[in-house]
């Protein structure tokens, strides 16, 4: 299909173009050069045009998620990408994929219609912890990281934990401090992301700064002014790039499960480290005040990308609040700003070099807002007049167009051709498995889009 889209005020930072009114033509769901005699034209006049969103850190089904499917009302996988795709998204990133989790995670994604989707790989100091006290280069640990991103079809690695503390006397092994994991990643050389949860006990120590290396939901490290100032200085003097981590203000009290555990408990889930996943915890206003700051501010919105606290369920109820107090917090903060958080560094951190821009050759998806809105800015962009999807529109005038066009999506991985002693270091290292083909994703769980590993990484 060729599409154009006349006359729009585009928003696209990466190619420095902030509210120019302009014209933008999609050809074989690129951005591509003008052309005549489109197959369709879309009156932009009165509309910003944004790049499609990048959600970035949200748990879609995520471990101890499925619980929620008990739940009346509790939106499903095609319920919840027509939320995203009313906002504006055409990405949805999966932050807390394992090993076990796999296969349902990707089969989860394959049933989001309106969305291109990927995954996090998450591996504990369970899985690649002997690594870290053996005389094993860290070389190959990288590679460990290209095999495991190629086995279970992941975009990136993302370490949840960088320190362990077990009592039990077999799991010695284990007891590893903060700082020596830090150490051991500081002699990387990475070409493709990695993620690295920044926790409070990490704020004292001597940060890495390796290329690829990025800090994942720092607003959680953020528990006072203390920690505000250390994440601050972390920013300022080692140029720290991350997703920040916002959470409503509001009560989570719609979030809590109501089971035999106890009614209102918060959703937690134990996969293996040294203590559970915690899906639901809210901080206190301050702390959310703190991080709102922080994701604001003039020297650091650059560095920080957005992702929430909330559930992938809850952004439709979450989204609009957080993205009206970004605006509200500072008077400084403008569309250009939402862009690069929303959809710029989203696509860094994922490593997606053909989204979050309107550049030639991106992929086809744009996002059209109305201007002229009496809504607070922040709140007018989380409500979408018309989605564009690889050159195909999937919303219009604020209404999901069903049944979606195919094929319009895809599921994004890391790739390369790993050796027969790659495969064999693998199953070395996850010997908590009884047999590791049983993890394996089947290739029809998804129409795959591989991003191939230079054959020299690591």
Not at 32 to 51: H, V
Not at 190 to 211: A, M, Y
């Amino acid at each position: 299909m060729k599409l154009v889209i006349k006359n729009v005020e585009v928003y696209d930072p990466q190619n420095h173009i902030e509210g120019e009114v302009r014209n933008i033509y999609i050809q074989d769901g690129l951005i591509s050069k003008p052309f005549k005699k489109p197959d369709k034209e879309i009156d932009g006049a009165g509309f910003w045009a944004l790049p499609g969103g990048i959600e970035t850190g949200t748990q879609l089904a995520t471990y101890g998620l499925s619980f929620y499917g008990l739940k009346e009302n509790f939106p499903g996988p095609s319920e919840i990408s027509r939320q995203y795709a009313a906002m504006g998204y055409t990405h949805l990133h999966e932050s807390m994929m394992f090993p076990t989790t796999a296969q349902g995670i990707h089969h989860y994604l394959s049933s989001l219609p309106y969305q291109d989707t990927s995954a996090s790989l998450c591996l504990t100091l369970r899985e690649f912890g002997t690594l870290i006290g053996s005389n094993i280069p860290p070389e190959w640990t990288v590679r460990f990281f290209t095999t495991c991103t190629h086995r279970f079809r992941a975009l990136n690695i993302r370490l949840p934990e960088t320190s362990a503390h077990f009592k039990e006397s077999n799991l010695a092994r284990y007891n590893i401090l903060a700082q020596r994991v830090i150490d051991y990643l500081s002699q990387f050389s990475l070409k493709f992301p990695l993620l690295i949860e920044l926790t409070s006990r990490l704020l004292d120590e001597d940060l890495p700064q390796i290329p690829h290396l990025y800090y994942s939901h720092i607003g959680r490290a953020i528990d006072g002014e203390y920690a505000f100032k250390q994440v601050s200085n972390l920013i300022a003097n080692k140029g720290i790039i991350g997703d920040i981590g916002l959470a409503p203000q509001e009560s989570h009290s719609q979030l809590k499960i109501e089971a035999e555990i106890g009614e209102g408990e918060d959703l937690s889930a134990h996969v293996g480290m040294h203590s559970p996943l915690r899906y639901l915890k809210v901080p206190p206003k301050s702390q959310s005040d703190f991080v709102t700051t922080l994701a604001t501010h003039t020297d650091f919105k650059g560095h920080l990308a957005f992702s929430s606290l909330c559930l992938g369920a809850q952004a439709k109820t979450f989204y609009p609040e957080i993205f009206k107090r970004l605006f509200e917090t500072d008077t400084s903060y403008t569309i250009s700003d939402f862009v690069h958080q929303t959809r710029v560094l989203p696509a860094a951190l994922l490593g997606l070099e053909n989204k979050g821009h309107l550049g030639i050759g991106a992929q086809g998806d744009v996002a059209l807002y109305k201007a002229n809105n009496s809504l607070p800015i922040g709140e007018a962009l989380s409500r979408c007049h018309t989605l564009i999807k690889s050159g195909v529109p999937v919303l219009e005038k604020g209404e999901i167009l069903d049944p979606p066009p195919e094929p319009i999506k895809k599921t994004y991985f890391r790739s390369h051709t790993p050796s027969e002693r790659d495969f064999a270091m693998f199953a070395g290292y996850f010997k908590s498995y009884p047999r590791i083909e049983h993890l394996d994703v089947p290739e029809a769980l998804g129409t795959w889009e591989v991003i191939s590993l230079p054959e020299n990484n690591g």
